[in-house]
């Protein structure tokens, strides 16, 4: 996908890419590195080259990027005497080596731009200020000792710190946020930098989808620059998807959509796209001006400025407004101006107005989803299933390590799984103060995924969700005289990935664990921690590669008596690839909670029975006026938090593919289906002098659904005519113009589309919507 993705954010106005470093997927093992494949970055950013982009390297290499464990490997946890991300020289041997490991790497390809490369900056560490507090005067040093280690490198290209406002020279300290236009460097010589504007947000199962208008995005960065920014960066533009075991938080869903300009699947997410690729073309069109002019600027009050750039050869202008509920009138050189409210103006000239970022003139298309054509393709799947052996776990009790205590699962599984199994045996006997008929097993956990058995039978499951790192698991239980036996599976959905001290935060099962035995009024505890504690990562079917067609079992498939609703269930089905170019996805409605697998390739973690909250969206437009958070346009309450799994054609073959599921929870496969997504109607609107262009990106527009040139009133799917209507049929005309036509564009005029008889208040607009 990347020569796709490269090639639509030049075209959408990008001057550069930037990327972060991922230290976990490229040292999975100590001094063992993988630039295989996806993971090429030398591959990745010749790519960028090639499409005549810069690049913006972010080594980090801590990332954050709700990325599995912040981008950390696991193993670094794992070493005697570390401490992360403070002044500790083992961390800190460990951080220069992969550094200076990516540094060698591009300095050797001619990547940096000191050698006529394509990386303009590079950046170390990753948001310390907004958690540097806790580290003391220790994380003082690490900051120095990061900004001396990156500078001794001499890449030739400045070096970044995003959310440092104590950055040493001669690193440049930069903002990350929704909005940073109040933004100002520690260094008076430093440029004003804006490394992430957040283009939406990322969402965490159980959570809401978030939105972020595309006025709002607009208006962030036309009054960055405005006051004086000359670098911004979208976070993200593209966020795409978490593969296999890459989704951290814990918590966060496999889709990383941020509701950005190109959605998860590559697609132009319009108008968000459209808009800000106008905006691109104005802000192109003053460089001159903005980057060497001398800036003038008049406050008109109540939130409304007038910035002015002036060189020798001309001027530019920003009208910003920057209340949210109230229109301004701007009086600049005797021209008189409305601003509506939260917007800002581009005057390229300081004459004629280019852009307002409120004024939206690009289309909305709206996203279907189809079934897959492919030939031959059943209308429902033929499954085959095994059960999950659990044997040696559940009734065995039989593990790889044995200790005396409870180990974070970090420690115990390093990272090499979701899955650990902890077991222990507790022996009663008759005169033991805990026996009782009244007793439960009480878990004390780390907020992730629990499963119970006790002596061989499921007990029961609980979870959390994000932002919650403790919780209680406490059932009732019937234990034997003799010997018991407790077996307890850890499934975690991520490790923690952002804050003070993050990668200290526990996994798995930090206990106490405990029985609890109560004879009237009267509660005896059985503290089990310090039992001896049996321990097996992973999972009998993940051990084998089931998920594999050279799995030495794949044979070993049940055609018969499929079952349903039944936890730790292989499902193993085949299908063709879909047909055409659309991307494709895989609807797992109806499954649990589990792991998908086309082909071997694991297209990450599905938990479609995770319902989102379902309070806090509303049936009402978003109102792009006033300042953004994550929380405040917002949809899919009530809903699957994730349904659909995006599956890259580059997974899967032209003839027969495979697709397997482990399903954790219990569900029923016999909805599971394939689909492909595509442009279903577009929509756009403009005034008389504007220009109205519509495209159905590849698919051509079969039907015009609506067209009405007076005061058409309505939302995307719910057009209706006004009080008026100029006197050429609309419909007609567009139909004309479009139909059987990929894309095509209409003049805003009275000359095409006759008279109008509007009261002289209203502002004469056409408004279509087309098929595709």
């Known amino acids: 996908m990347w020569p796709d993705l490269i090639k639509k954010s030049k075209?959408?106005?990008?001057d550069a890419i930037e990327t972060y470093v991922f230290w976990n997927a490229h040292e999975p093992t100590r001094r063992q590195y993988d630039f295989s494949g996806n993971l090429d970055l030398v591959r990745f950013i010749k790519t960028v080259q090639a499409e005549g982009l810069y690049v913006v390297l972010r080594i980090g290499p801590y990332v954050c990027a709700e990325w599995n464990y912040g981008g950390f490997p696991v193993w670094l946890h794992n070493m005697p005497g570390i401490e992360l991300r403070t002044a500790n020289d083992v961390f800190m041997n460990e951080m220069q080596n992969f550094t200076t490991l990516i540094v060698d790497m591009m300095r050797q390809e001619n990547l940096f731009a000191s050698q006529g490369g394509p990386i303009i900056i590079?950046?170390?560490?990753?948001?310390?200020?907004?958690?540097?507090?806790?580290?003391?005067?220790?994380?003082?040093?690490?900051?120095?000792?990061?900004?001396s280690m990156?500078?001794?490198?001499?890449?030739?290209?400045?070096?970044?710190?995003?959310?440092?406002?104590?950055?040493?020279?001669?690193?440049?300290?930069t903002c990350n946020g929704w909005y940073c236009d109040s933004f100002t460097p520690n260094n008076p010589n430093s440029?004003?930098?804006?490394?992430?504007?957040w283009t939406g947000w990322f969402k965490s199962w159980g959570g809401k989808d978030p939105h972020r208008t595309a006025e709002d995005v607009a208006f962030s960065v036309a009054r960055f620059f405005q006051t004086g920014g000359t670098f911004q960066n979208y976070y993200m533009y593209h966020g795409g998807t978490n593969f296999g075991r890459t989704a951290g938080g814990p918590y966060i869903t496999t889709s990383y959509d941020y509701d950005a300009p190109l959605d998860e699947f590559g697609n132009l997410n319009q108008p968000k796209w459209g808009h800000l690729k106008q905006l691109h073309e104005v802000l192109h069109s003053t460089e001159e001006t903005i980057t060497h002019g001398n800036i003038t600027t008049i406050d008109y009050h109540n939130s409304v400025t007038a910035t002015i750039y002036a060189t020798e050869k001309g001027s530019s202008c920003f009208l910003g407004n920057a209340n949210s509920t109230s229109d301004a009138t701007i009086d600049l050189h005797g021209t008189k101006y409305t601003v509506p409210a939260w917007s800002v103006s581009i005057l390229p000239d300081c004459q004629n107005v280019a852009y307002n970022t409120a004024k939206v003139k690009t289309q909305t298309s709206v996203m279907i989803k189809k079934k897959n054509q492919a030939e031959d393709e059943p209308s429902s799947l033929k499954w085959s299933w095994r059960p999950e052996n659990t044997d040696r776990t559940v009734i065995l009790g039989k593990g790889h390590i044995q200790t005396g205590q409870l180990l974070d699962q970090k420690a115990a599984a390093n990272d090499a799984s979701d899955y650990l199994w902890y077991m222990t045996s507790v022996h009663l006997k008759k005169d033991d103060p805990i026996w009782s008929r009244d007793m439960s097993l009480r878990v004390n956990g780390s907020g992730q995924i629990l499963h119970a058995y006790v002596n061989g039978k499921y007990l029961g499951s609980q979870w959390a969700k994000y932002g919650v790192f403790s919780d209680v698991f406490e059932k009732n239980i019937k234990l034997k005289l003799g010997h018991n036996l407790i077996s307890l599976l850890s499934s975690t959905v991520g490790l923690a990935?952002?804050?003070?001290?993050?990668?200290?935060?526990?996994?798995?099962?930090?206990?106490?664990?405990?029985?609890?035995?109560?004879?009237?009024?009267?509660?005896?505890?059985?503290?089990?921690?310090?039992h001896k504690w049996s321990y097996k990562v992973g999972l009998h079917g993940?051990?084998?590669?089931?998920y594999s067609l050279d799995s030495p079992q794949a044979s070993k498939w049940q055609e018969h008596d499929l079952p349903t609703n039944r936890m730790m269930t292989w499902y193993k089905t085949t299908f063709k690839a879909p047909l055409g170019k659309d991307p494709v996805v895989l609807d797992m409605d109806g499954m649990g909670k589990g792991v998908a697998w086309v082909n071997g390739h694991s297209i990450g973690r599905y938990w479609p029975s995770f319902l989102a909250e379902e309070d806090g969206c509303s049936i009402e437009a978003c109102d792009y006026r006033g300042p953004y958070d994550n929380n405040k346009c917002v949809t899919?309450?009530?809903?699957?938090?994730?349904?659909?799994?995006?599956?890259?054609?580059?997974?899967?073959?032209?003839?027969?593919?495979?697709?397997?599921?482990?399903?954790?929870?219990?569900g029923n496969p016999a909805r599971v289906n394939f689909q492909t997504i595509t442009v279903g109607s577009v929509s756009g609107s403009g005034i008389e002098g504007d220009t109205i262009e519509l495209s159905c990106q590849g698919q051509t527009i079969s039907a015009i659904e609506f067209a009405s040139f007076g005061d058409p009133q309505g939302t995307t799917g719910s057009f209706v005519r006004g009080t008026c209507e100029g006197s050429k049929d609309a419909l007609s005309i567009i139909q004309k113009a479009c139909v059987g036509k990929e894309t095509c564009k209409i003049e805003v005029s009275k000359d095409v589309f006759g008279s109008i008889n509007c009261d002289s208040s209203i502002v004469n607009t056409l408004t279509v919507e087309a098929l595709c």
């Open 122 to 147: 590079a950046q170390i560490e990753n948001e310390y200020g907004n958690v540097m507090s806790p580290y003391g005067a220790a994380g003082k040093a690490y900051l120095d000792w990061c900004a």
């Open 150 to 173: 990156a500078d001794s490198l001499h890449v030739g290209v400045p070096w970044i710190m995003c959310q440092q406002s104590d950055a040493p020279k001669p690193m440049i300290n």
């Open 191 to 197: 440029p004003k930098m804006w490394t992430e504007n």
């Open 497 to 530: 990935n952002y804050g003070p001290k993050f990668d200290l935060i526990q996994a798995g099962i930090p206990g106490p664990v405990e029985l609890v035995g109560r004879k009237g009024d009267e509660s005896i505890i059985k503290d089990l921690s310090a």
């Open 636 to 666: 899919n309450c009530g809903k699957p938090t994730q349904r659909w799994y995006h599956v890259p054609r580059s997974f899967m073959e032209n003839d027969v593919n495979n697709l397997i599921l482990f399903e954790e929870f219990g």
């Open 542 to 546: 993940l051990e084998n590669k089931l």
């Open 11 to 14: 075209e959408g106005g990008l």
